[in-house]
């Protein structure tokens, strides 16, 4: 930087356009480095450095200006930012303003005082929407906030609980997203991206919100953020044991579940006297003290009298239907191995095992949604 440093400009003296080429100096230096380049990119990207910096006239090895231009952000943070932004608006922001990439809201440009109180006006008229219960309304009014102050982190969370409660989850998650990438210590929206994403059936993404939030409150985390926490957490460790009892819960040596969850049904076909060339084949009744004693099918029965979509669905299969008919003309029973190779046939029978569907409730009572927040 030598040969150049009469002709750099002091950091204090920086417009916005000099700051950005810092922050892209910065960007591309850190890629060198930190394993996103190939060790063969690395001169290439020097060059570049050095071009950017001859022509805005900065120094990229002045530490405190690339600091002052990017703050405790990174370029790539920033950007990732914006695009968490345009995810939850459905449009790109507006044009970065002067000052650039120097935090977190430099995703979109800072609106006016005039917009800024136009925009708490459209979130009061939120609250209160949300308070009757009104989602759609609050929604629209967030979202009227949004484009007048694109990057604040309690519009996007307010956003997110009205999602959450007009049962709009995949939304919800998007919002708090955004709101804990431009905000990382508003721990409100910690706790609704906890909330969306136990409803999606992340429990583990869940757990991990919600102990976020536990970390931005301080002090051991507020009742409500722990309570969500100790919900997913329940919810991990239930799944995780379902994943370990799955295997067993099939009678025999040769029944356990195989890789996706299903059971090998070819004990449970010769109960019914099912099977390539079996008793079925030859009009053969059903081992109906077998079946009824069987742990498997008490399972799958249960599941079924508890499911009227699944009785429904089940009902209106062809090839049950083909089967049904079967047995009742004094057919046999069909090869039950070959019926389970029709995958509508495979899905419902994960679903009668128990397997598969989110996990139902949200953690702790819908912890820190409580209307709109702010």
Not at 193 to 206: H, P, S
Not at 224 to 231: L, V
Not at 255 to 277: I, Q, V
Not at 347 to 363: E, F, T
Request: glycine share 14%; hydrophobic share 40%; proline share 6%.
């Amino acid at each position: 930087m030598a040969n150049r440093a009469g002709c750099v400009v002091q950091a204090s003296q920086h417009t916005s356009k000099q700051r950005l080429a810092l922050a892209i100096c910065d960007f591309l230096s850190t890629s060198t480095t930190d394993g996103t380049l190939t060790a063969d990119d690395k001169d290439e990207v020097e060059v570049a450095v050095n071009c950017i910096a001859e022509s805005f006239k900065v120094d990229p090895a002045d530490k405190d200006a690339v600091r002052a231009a990017v703050g405790s952000q990174s370029l790539l943070s920033i950007y990732s930012v914006y695009e968490k932004l345009k995810a939850s608006t459905g449009a790109p922001g507006p044009a970065p303003a002067a000052g650039g990439p120097a935090g977190a809201s430099a995703a979109a440009a800072e609106p006016a005082e005039e917009q800024k109180k136009e925009a708490e006006g459209l979130k009061s008229k939120g609250n209160a929407a949300m308070a009757q219960k009104d989602y759609p309304t609050a929604i629209d009014l967030y979202t009227q906030a949004l484009k007048l102050y694109p990057a604040n982190a309690v519009f996007l969370s307010n956003r997110a609980a009205a999602h959450s409660a007009a049962k709009d989850h995949a939304s919800a998650r998007i919002d708090a997203e955004a709101a804990v990438a431009v905000d990382p210590t508003y721990t409100k929206a910690w706790s609704r991206l906890g909330l969306a994403r136990f409803a999606l059936g992340d429990a583990k993404g869940a757990m991990e919100a919600y102990n976020k939030g536990i970390e931005y409150e301080g002090n051991g985390g507020s009742e409500a953020m722990k309570k969500g926490y100790e919900t997913a957490k329940r919810r991990v460790e239930e799944m995780q044991a379902e994943e370990v009892s799955l295997p067993r819960s099939s009678p025999g040596a040769g029944a356990g579940a195989g890789a996706g969850g299903m059971p090998d049904l070819s004990n449970l076909a010769s109960m019914f006297g099912g099977g390539a060339g079996g008793a079925g084949g030859a009009g053969g009744m059903p081992d109906l003290g077998s079946i009824m004693s069987n742990p498997m099918f008490a399972s799958m029965a249960q599941n079924l009298m508890s499911n009227p979509d699944l009785m429904s669905n089940l009902m209106s299969n062809p090839r049950l239907r083909e089967m049904a008919n079967q047995f009742s003309s004094g057919g046999g029973m069909p090869d039950l191995n070959s019926l389970m190779s029709d995958p509508n046939i495979a899905d419902m029978a994960r679903n009668m095992m128990g397997g598969g569907g989110a996990p139902g409730g949200a953690p702790g009572g819908n912890p820190g949604q409580g209307g709109a927040g702010q």
